[in-house]
Every structure is written in C-alpha cells, then in structure tokens.
C-alpha cells in the first residue's frame, strides 16, 4: 500500500524559503508520477509542481514558477518541493500526490483526479 507523509512545513516571513518534504512508502518514486498541490481556506486544491516518474520532465503553475523547484532523491523514497522567495498568497497546506504509470498522466498531471495517492498535508504560513 502506497503511504505519503508531508513535513518540513511551517512559518516564515515574506521572502524566506521553505524546503517540504514527501516520505513514500510502498513503492518508489521511480515507478510513480507525483505532484504537490495546495489548499488555502475556502478555495479547492490547486496545482503546483509535478514531476514524471522518470524524473526527466518538471512541471509548474505560473505561479510558483521560478521561485519553486520539484525534485525526488535517487532512492526514490522521498519528494522535495523547495520554496525560495515565499509570498503571502502562498500560505495554504500543502500536499504530495502520487500516480501509478498512466500514459495520460501528461495530460491530466494538473488535475487531481491524475492521482491516486495523497499524504495528509503541511501548513505552510507566510507572514507579511
């Protein structure tokens, strides 16, 4: 069974960088597509970040574009969203998701329903 834990969540000032972290288990990354999405109060999740099960393509709402980086470690065990130049309209909890292979991921990596597996979230707060 495919597990997702978020940490590395928290608060800090306008400017600041935060690095989250997604721990897997029950598979590795490198059999898996995933992704990090985002939920300020009263708004629906929204994409970020994802990246290919292969690692090789990267993906990013405008955003988060420049100021945000999707990575995993060469286990394959653990995803890093990290966070430079943080906004106050970042603030949101923030979760990891994973897809098995799907050759429509490409197509739908933006979308939740492009994910099978979601870790409980992080709160990220961004003071101004």
């Known amino acids: 069974q495919v597990q997702l834990v978020e940490s590395g969540g928290g608060l800090v000032q306008t400017g600041g960088s935060l690095r989250l972290s997604c721990a897997l288990s029950?598979?590795?990354?490198?059999?898996?597509?995933m992704g990090w999405f985002r939920q300020a109060p009263g708004t629906e999740r929204q994409f970020v970040a994802a990246i290919s099960r292969s690692g090789g393509n990267t993906y990013y709402s405008d955003s988060v574009k420049g100021r945000f980086t999707v990575s995993t470690d060469n286990a394959g065990n653990s995803a890093y969203l990290q966070m430079t130049n943080l906004r106050y309209e970042d603030t949101a909890v923030y979760y990891c998701?994973?897809?098995?292979?799907?050759?429509?991921?490409?197509?739908?990596?933006?979308?939740?329903?492009?994910?099978?597996?979601w870790g409980q979230g992080t709160q990220v707060t961004v003071s101004s």
């Open positions: 029950g598979r590795t990354f490198s059999s898996l597509a």
């Open positions: 998701a994973a897809a098995p292979r799907r050759s429509d991921w490409f197509s739908y990596y933006r979308r939740t329903v492009a994910y099978d597996w």
